[in-house]
């Protein structure tokens, strides 16, 4: 007979579970960065879970592909969006397996005692022979390949997450849908998304990550990513088309922003979507100097600035996506 261990209560009880049972379990926080990763699921992964633990969700579970929605991170969509998922038929590819797996997930969102969503929680099952899935896995088109790989770059260089660009990205195409653009422009607002602010990777770090207030010349500096951002999308042919949209990301509806001055119409409406999409990821995280807004707090900036910084229309069609997500 096995000897038993003593008995266990509680946070160290449901921990050795997590430990114990073969399904794959991955945790996120709030800003999509990996919280936890239990046994199973590091075996699967093929990585040490201790080097993974606080790095963006991507950078371990590359993709799942689902039969109605294409591409997409189904623990991220639960995270963004408030949708759980059940059993949800996926194939699994990963930066560590490059053969896909079809898996079934079951995605949660983790909550505080005061209701808050703190993060979101996925809990995988092995689906045999793949039945609900899409054979073949497709593999990313060269597009989004460069802009994970801006996305990445972006990342590293501002301390920021690659997580805040994949859920302006993701944002920024659910209002494209919503609005009834085409598929091509909706794909278009998903790589925009991705790479609205690679041109801060042309700002000293001194200015890019200081702490306290700028000063007026650092301010300057810092608004010239938009069209460093710009002139580095230009120099790709396939990326030609988004190079106006990432420039105009901080014009204001109003006139008021830049680096153009444009205003109304004038701007690209992708650029008017990102600059909704940005600023309510921008409010709903955490920063080194401030908590995260509520949703409530977030929407009512929105609304606050609709018509000035914003347009007007995209801030209504992004609210009422909100209210059917919460
Ligand atoms: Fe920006």
Same mark, same amino acid.
Request: net charge negative; with cysteine.
């Given at each position: 007979m096995k000897e038993l261990a003593p008995v266990l209560t509680g946070p160290e009880a449901a921990e050795l579970i997590l430990e114990s049972i073969p399904n794959p379990v991955i945790m996120i926080n709030n800003d999509s960065t990996i919280l936890y990763i239990n046994k199973s699921m590091e075996s699967f992964l093929k990585a040490d879970r201790c080097e993974l +633990? *606080? =790095? @963006?969700l991507v950078e371990a579970l590359y993709k799942g592909l689902t039969l109605t929605d294409g591409y997409h991170n189904p623990v991220l969509e639960t995270l963004i969006t408030g949708k759980e998922f059940s059993n949800r038929p996926v194939e699994i590819k990963t930066i560590f397996n490059v053969t896909p797996r079809p898996m079934l997930i079951s995605t949660f969102l983790i909550k505080d005692g005061e209701g808050r969503v703190a993060g979101a929680c996925a809990f995988f099952t092995d689906n045999p022979g793949g039945k609900g899935t899409v054979p073949p896995f497709e593999p990313p088109s060269k597009r989004l390949e460069t802009v994970y790989a801006f996305a990445e770059a972006i990342g590293a260089r501002d301390g920021c997450t690659m997580g805040h660009s994949e859920k302006v990205a993701q944002y920024a195409k659910m209002i494209a849908e919503r609005m009834g653009q085409d598929k091509e422009t909706v794909e278009q607002a998903y790589l925009c998304g991705m790479?609205?602010? +690679? *041109? =801060? %990777? $042309? %700002? @000293?770090e001194s200015v890019l990550n200081k702490e306290g207030p700028l000063t007026g010349e650092e301010y300057e500096l810092i608004m010239g990513h938009s069209r460093i951002g710009a002139n580095i999308l230009a120099r790709i042919s396939w990326l030609n088309d988004i190079v106006p949209i990432v420039e105009a990301h901080h014009e204001r509806y109003n006139g008021? $922003?830049? @680096?153009?001055?444009l205003k109304g119409d004038q701007i690209p409406v992708l650029s008017r979507i990102l600059a909704v999409a940005d600023a309510f990821d921008a409010m709903t995280s955490d920063r080194s100097y401030r908590k995260a807004f509520s949703l409530e707090k977030a929407v009512g900036e929105l609304k606050r600035n609709a018509g000035t910084q914003f347009d007007p229309e995209v801030v209504d069609v992004f609210i009422d996506l909100l209210k059917e997500y919460s």
């Amino acid at each position: 007979m096995k000897e038993l261990a003593p008995v266990l209560t509680g946070p160290e009880a449901a921990e050795l579970i997590l430990e114990s049972i073969p399904n794959p379990v991955i945790m996120i926080n709030n800003d999509s960065t990996i919280l936890y990763i239990n046994k199973s699921m590091e075996s699967f992964l093929k990585a040490d879970r201790c080097e993974l +633990v *606080g =790095k @963006p969700l991507v950078e371990a579970l590359y993709k799942g592909l689902t039969l109605t929605d294409g591409y997409h991170n189904p623990v991220l969509e639960t995270l963004i969006t408030g949708k759980e998922f059940s059993n949800r038929p996926v194939e699994i590819k990963t930066i560590f397996n490059v053969t896909p797996r079809p898996m079934l997930i079951s995605t949660f969102l983790i909550k505080d005692g005061e209701g808050r969503v703190a993060g979101a929680c996925a809990f995988f099952t092995d689906n045999p022979g793949g039945k609900g899935t899409v054979p073949p896995f497709e593999p990313p088109s060269k597009r989004l390949e460069t802009v994970y790989a801006f996305a990445e770059a972006i990342g590293a260089r501002d301390g920021c997450t690659m997580g805040h660009s994949e859920k302006v990205a993701q944002y920024a195409k659910m209002i494209a849908e919503r609005m009834g653009q085409d598929k091509e422009t909706v794909e278009q607002a998903y790589l925009c998304g991705m790479v609205h602010d +690679v *041109g =801060k %990777i $042309g %700002i @000293p770090e001194s200015v890019l990550n200081k702490e306290g207030p700028l000063t007026g010349e650092e301010y300057e500096l810092i608004m010239g990513h938009s069209r460093i951002g710009a002139n580095i999308l230009a120099r790709i042919s396939w990326l030609n088309d988004i190079v106006p949209i990432v420039e105009a990301h901080h014009e204001r509806y109003n006139g008021n $922003g830049y @680096p153009m001055g444009l205003k109304g119409d004038q701007i690209p409406v992708l650029s008017r979507i990102l600059a909704v999409a940005d600023a309510f990821d921008a409010m709903t995280s955490d920063r080194s100097y401030r908590k995260a807004f509520s949703l409530e707090k977030a929407v009512g900036e929105l609304k606050r600035n609709a018509g000035t910084q914003f347009d007007p229309e995209v801030v209504d069609v992004f609210i009422d996506l909100l209210k059917e997500y919460s």
